[in-house]
């Protein structure tokens, strides 16, 4: 079974930049859905984006144009460069994988991923 660690959060200023990494191990990427999601206090979850091994993305709309999903299928990782950060971006964000059956798109906005990561921190100040 897959089993993914997050590294790459931080605090950044209002305007900075982060890139988060989500590397795999147990398994590859072949065939998967991997996402971002996150969740800041008292608020639930969300998908952040997603994207397919075969490239396809998803992005939800507050990061549109900010935010960019990448995978290098030799290693195993999947990228989230977060550019232009606001202080609601702050929030614990979790990488998590899935066989694909559905549409990107699904899985972003019903969460239904089988493998979570522990998530990192991403503090962005005023």
């Known amino acids: 079974e897959v089993q993914l660690v997050e590294t790459g959060g931080g605090l950044v200023q209002a305007g900075g930049s982060l890139r988060l990494s989500c590397a795999a191990s147990g398994s590859t990427f072949d065939d998967y859905v991997v996402g971002w999601f996150r969740q800041a206090p008292g608020k639930e979850r969300e998908g952040v984006s997603c994207i397919s091994t075969n490239g396809l993305t998803y992005y939800a709309d507050s990061v549109k144009g900010r935010f960019t999903i990448s995978i290098d299928n030799a290693k195993n990782t999947v990228y989230l460069q977060m550019n232009s950060l606001k202080p609601e971006d702050t929030a614990i964000y979790y990488c998590?994988?899935?066989?694909?059956?559905?549409?990107?798109?699904?899985?972003?906005?019903?969460?239904?991923?089988?493998?979570w990561g522990q998530g990192t921190l991403v503090t962005v100040s005023s």
């Open positions: 998590a994988a899935t066989p694909q059956y559905y549409t990107i798109s699904y899985y972003c906005a019903h969460r239904y991923l089988e493998v």
